[in-house]
Structure formats: structure tokens, C-alpha cells
């Protein structure tokens, strides 16, 4: 199992990012896919999750109604469309298979002005 996330950065408060997982080494197609997030000195928080075929999605009242997961499964990549970004948000995220523990080596994103 390979995961590789980009797409972070810095951004200013109310800003958006938008987070890419290109993924190799199972069948991606049939593996629900969530993303993560850590913040320094604090646990795993879940961000989002997706189903295999990509038209139901789950988020925690946190990211709800501000991120957006989505896939393609023609090219192994899941997303994670970032909105109204908030310094809270602040962490590294990563991408998993939901069904597993393991992590990409993910992604910075820092919001600050």
C-alpha cells in the first residue's frame, strides 16, 4: 500500500486548499478512503471519509459544510476540497484506506495570517 498526499500550504484565515491522495498497491476502487488530520501536540482527528464509489460521504461537525471528499477511481486519487479555512484547522493531514491505520506521510496545512 503506497499513499501520497499534497497539496497543502499556507493560507490566510477564510482561504481555501484543495488536497490530492494518489494511492497504488490495492484495489482503490473497492476501498472506502477517508482523510485525517494531526495538529501538534494533539491525537488523530477524522476529517472525512468516502465511499468506494464515491457518491456517499461522512464528516464530523468540523469540517462539515466547508470540506468536500471526493475520488477518481480511473486514477487512483481522492481529494479533499478545503473552504473557509480556519486556524484550527492547522495540522498535518493524511489519507488512509478507512478500513485501515495506515497513513500516507501527508501533508502540511497551516492557516495563518
Known amino acids: 500500500v503506497q499513499l501520497v498526499e499534497s497539496g497543502g500550504g499556507l493560507v490566510q484565515p477564510g482561504g481555501s486548499l484543495r488536497l490530492s491522495c494518489a494511492a497504488s498497491?490495492?484495489?482503490?476502487?473497492?476501498?472506502?478512503m477517508s482523510w485525517v488530520r494531526q495538529a501538534p501536540g494533539k491525537g488523530i482527528e477524522w476529517v472525512s471519509s468516502?465511499?468506494?464509489?464515491?457518491?456517499?460521504?461522512g464528516y464530523p461537525p468540523s469540517s462539515k459544510d466547508r470540506f468536500t471528499i471526493s475520488r477518481d477511481n480511473t486514477r487512483n486519487v481522492v481529494y479533499l476540497q478545503m473552504n473557509k479555512l480556519r486556524p484550527e484547522d492547522s495540522a498535518v493531514y493524511f489519507c488512509?484506506?478507512?478500513?485501515?491505520?495506515?497513513r500516507g506521510p501527508g501533508t502540511q496545512v497551516t492557516v495563518s495570517l
Open positions: 498497491g490495492f484495489n482503490f476502487s473497492a476501498e472506502a
Open positions: 468516502i465511499n468506494p464509489g464515491g457518491d456517499r460521504a
Open positions: 488512509k484506506k478507512t478500513s485501515s491505520v495506515e
